[in-house]
Nanobody
Framework: VQLQAFGGGLVQPGGSLRLSCAASGSILSINGMGWYRQAPGKQRELVATISSGGVTNYADSVKGRFTISRDNAKNTVYLQMNGLKPEDTAVYYC???????????????WGQGTLVTVSS
């Protein structure tokens, strides 16, 4: 099982980016999916999560600016980021709680991270 994230880059303050993360491999079922971020010198923090039924949860710092969504048919989770601020600069990691053909229980998988830099 592999999670691969795409979409990071350099953007000016106030700009937008869309991150995507696709899970691949022998996947039987995916429960929750989400995005986390880690800024230089800081701990990794939750950005947003989405359940298999589409229930979402956001960090207070991104509410109203970021939108998480998922395509269950494609095993993919997205993060639309609008109104980006310099403090959003971080490596963004996707996460999925899923069951693979190799196990009989759900476990957490992480993507490799994609860098988002917000700067003028």
């Amino acid at each position: 099982v592999q999670l691969q994230a795409f979409g990071g880059g350099l953007v000016q303050p106030g700009g937008s980016l869309r991150l995507s993360c696709a899970a691949s491999g022998s996947i039987l079922s995916i429960n929750g999916m989400g995005w986390y971020r880690q800024a230089p010198g800081k701990q990794r923090e939750l950005v947003a999560t989405i359940s298999s039924g589409g229930v979402t949860n956001y960090a207070d710092s991104v509410k109203g600016r970021f939108t998480i969504s998922r395509d269950n048919a494609k095993n993919t989770v997205y993060l639309q980021m609008n109104g980006l601020k310099p403090e959003d600069t971080a490596v963004y990691y996707c996460n999925a709680n899923l069951m693979s053909a190799a196990s009989s229980w759900y476990r957490s998988y992480w993507g490799q991270g994609t860098l988002v830099t917000v700067s003028s």
